[in-house]
């Protein structure tokens, strides 16, 4: 049976204990109350009161709350998710509608609109939008193979092809079906399992490719199925 296009729209409380996983599907979470500590695909941030943010389908996500916090979480795979990047264009709109909804909940005729109201606030109108730059995704990727050995971002990415990461995320998203940090790791996992089939020992392999250990490397093919 396929997934709902819209999936449940919750309130979660998140506490001192360490959680790690990635969804098949979009999150958005947004503070009510409370820090919630983020660190998604390697890319660390902070969850307060009012603060959003949207987790690609994929993008591993570590998670832990030492003080306690609470979020308004939606699990969606709805696919104009997928054209939206990780901040919401109207940030204000998007905190006074979490906390409304917070307030309201559970009220089934305020969750029935919540899933549509958040997707407006958060991403760009379209009218508003500027003819899009070409990506050329072939000469990115060789750019990054070249650089796998150095930290890179999604900022550095973004850099290269003259968008903003949050533009950069959206087109990733649109070209790719994943976010730039999905996309990344996809280039690093190619480039270590081509390095590691011409012979590069596996410590060699992860140096080249930017893991911080061999074991590291090890367990992100494993886990990758290569």
Same mark, same amino acid.
């Given at each position: 049976m396929s997934s709902p296009a819209v999936l449940p729209l919750s309130l979660r409380d998140y506490g001192p204990s360490h959680g790690s996983h990635a969804h098949a599907h979009h999150q958005l979470l947004v503070g009510l109350d409370g820090l919630l500590e983020?660190?998604?695909? !390697?890319? !660390?941030?902070?969850? !307060? &009161? !009012?603060d959003a943010v949207l987790i690609a389908p994929g993008d591993r996500h570590d998670f832990e709350s030492p003080r306690g916090s609470r979020c308004l979480v939606l699990d969606s795979d709805h696919a104009a998710w997928g054209l939206c990047g990780p901040q919401p264009h109207q940030p204000r709109q998007v905190a006074a509608l979490a906390n409304y909804l917070?307030?309201?909940?559970?009220?089934? =005729? &305020?969750?029935?609109f919540a899933p549509a109201l958040l997707l407006?606030?958060? $991403?760009?109108?379209? &009218?508003?939008? $500027?003819?899009?730059?070409a990506i050329d995704w072939l000469s990115l990727s060789a750019w990054v193979? &070249?650089?796998?050995? +150095?930290?890179?971002?999604?900022?550095?990415l973004a +850099? +290269?092809?003259?968008?903003?990461?949050?533009?950069?995320?959206?087109?990733?998203?649109?070209?790719?079906?994943?976010?730039?940090?999905?996309?990344?790791?996809?280039? $690093? =996992?190619?480039q270590a399992r081509s390095l590691h089939d011409a012979g590069w020992s596996v410590r060699e392999t992860a140096l080249r490719t930017g893991y911080r250990s061999p074991s590291a490397l090890t367990a992100a093919l494993r886990r990758a199925g290569l």
């Open positions: 983020l660190e998604v695909e !390697g890319r !660390g941030q902070r969850l !307060g &009161a !009012g917070a307030q309201a909940w559970p009220q089934p =005729l &305020a969750l029935s407006e606030a958060w $991403r760009t109108p379209r &009218a508003t939008q $500027r003819p899009r730059r193979q &070249a650089r796998l050995s +150095q930290p890179l971002n999604v900022a550095d +850099q +290269q092809v003259h968008l903003s990461p949050s533009q950069f995320a959206t087109r990733c998203q649109e070209a790719h079906g994943m976010g730039p940090l999905a996309w990344l790791r996809g280039q $690093r =996992l190619a």
